[in-house]
């Protein structure tokens, strides 16, 4: 069985450094073709992509969060993280972790979501 | 920057049908982008219902179909439900681990 959760803060100010993890089971980054992707979703607006890590250690992000963000992998401990640097109240989002699907195209498997709020 | 547009709301009778479709802002769709949709209720994490145009994922009814409509992405639901009634998100694969999710369509059944 399939399953990821995603923990880290609830709160942050302006100007700090977002960690979130990602602890996923029934699968492994370890095994070829496994990639684990990072998407959020503003109160009240569409889900955007951020990321994605493969098992390989490939990392692809979001033309337009780039800079702000990296991706890593704890491959014995089945967990992803992302960080996002220097956030703004803008980041206010429900952050999910997703697995993609195994022709790479698409997520399949989705975590609950953990909503983090950036404020001052 | 890429933009991908679908149809901000729909609404449906109950038994009814409803095509949504996702286009992209410049160019077409087609299955080289191997359109993806997902279906969220409030509060709720998404939920995968078609992969690659017109699979659908386990365990999601046959009243969901995917499919290409001229220039655009498609997902039509025959035989609408109550619990239909959600927001439904289409991703784009853009090719070279790049992904990009279309601005959704809520979906009412009454």
């Known amino acids: 069985q399939v399953t990821l959760k995603e923990s880290g803060p609830a709160l942050l100010k302006p100007t700090q450094t977002l960690t979130l993890t990602c602890t996923f089971s029934g699968f492994s980054l370890s095994t070829s073709g496994v990639r684990v992707s990072w998407i959020r979703q503003p109160p009240g607006k569409a889900l955007e992509w951020l990321a994605r890590i493969d098992w390989d250690d490939d990392e692809f992000y979001s033309t337009s969060l780039k800079t702000r963000l990296t991706i890593s992998k704890d491959t014995p401990k089945n967990q992803v993280v992302l960080t996002m640097t220097n956030i703004d109240p803008v980041d206010t989002a429900t952050y999910y972790c997703?697995?993609?699907?195994?022709?790479?195209?698409?997520?399949?498997?989705w975590g609950q979501g953990i909503l983090v709020t950036v404020s001052s | 920057q890429t933009v991908v547009t679908q149809e901000p709301s729909f609404s449906v009778s109950p038994g009814g049908t409803v095509t949504l479709t996702c286009g992209l802002s410049s160019g077409s769709v087609s299955t080289g982008y191997y359109p993806s949709w997902y279906q969220q209720t409030p509060g709720q994490a998404p939920r995968t219902l078609i992969y690659s145009t017109n699979t659908r994922s386990s365990g999601v009814p046959d009243r969901f179909s995917g499919s290409i409509l001229g220039n655009k992405a498609a997902l039509t639901i025959t035989g609408a439900q109550a619990d239909d009634e959600s927001d439904y998100y289409c991703?784009?694969?853009?090719?070279?681990?790049?992904?990009?999710f279309g601005t959704g369509t809520k979906v009412t059944v009454l």
């Open positions: 997703a697995r993609v699907h195994s022709s790479g195209h698409s997520f399949d498997y």
């Open positions: 991703v784009l694969y853009m090719g070279g681990g790049i992904y990009v």
